[in-house]
């Protein structure tokens, strides 16, 4: 069976890929897509976004990284994926999550969201947090994969 996770991952954090390597655990492939948001100014582009989280999940044989834009359901309905995977870190990410699965159930009734929660040493962890430590200089090494300490670093310099 295969799952989709979609998501902005900018960048991937280590919460990121742990829910990515326990899905890989539970469907034959799984589809990791980064959504091109034209209303949104990401840090890195949507294409680097994709080569950080491949190089990051290289050891998984069954995922795949792809960009897309649109409606979450039609690109799961295009690539025949019959899951959504969504991560929780805390309890207001269910808040947005149960809603974001109930208007997709509407949606595509023949598709299910399953919930992995994320675990608990990455809780903490947002890409947003991530670009704030960054920013400022702080350490990164545990909240995201090697590649993208690279791109962080090379993103802002320490001094």
Same mark, same amino acid.
């Given at each position: 069976m295969i799952a989709l996770y979609p998501g902005s991952f900018d960048p991937i954090t280590l919460g990121h890929l742990d829910v990515i390597e $326990?899905?890989?655990?539970? &469907?034959?492939?799984?589809?990791?897509?980064?959504?091109? @948001? *034209? @209303?949104?100014? *990401?840090? &890195?582009?949507?294409? =680097?976004? =994709?080569? =950080?989280?491949?190089?990051?999940?290289? %050891?998984?044989k069954n995922v795949e990284v792809d960009t897309f834009s649109g409606l979450t359901v039609a690109y799961a309905r295009q690539r025949g994926a019959k899951v959504i995977v969504r991560g929780l870190r805390v309890l207001s990410? &269910?808040?947005? !999550? /149960?809603q974001m699965a109930h208007t997709n159930k509407l949606l595509a009734p023949e598709l299910e969201t399953l919930f992995l929660a994320t675990a608990s040493e990455h809780s903490f962890v947002s890409s947003s947090l991530v670009k !704030?430590?960054?920013? /400022?200089?702080?350490?990164?090494? %545990? /909240?995201?994969?090697? *590649?993208?300490?690279?791109?962080?670093?090379? $993103?802002? *310099? /320490?001094a």
């Open positions: $326990r899905a890989s655990r539970l &469907f034959s492939k799984v589809i990791v897509a980064v959504l091109k @948001n *034209p @209303n949104k100014t *990401p840090l &890195f582009s949507p294409e =680097q976004r =994709q080569a =950080q989280i491949s190089l990051s999940t290289a %050891h998984l990410d &269910f808040d947005v !999550e /149960l !704030e430590v960054a920013k /400022l200089g702080g350490p990164i090494d %545990h /909240l995201v994969p090697a *590649p993208v300490i690279r791109d962080l670093r090379e $993103r802002f *310099p /320490l």
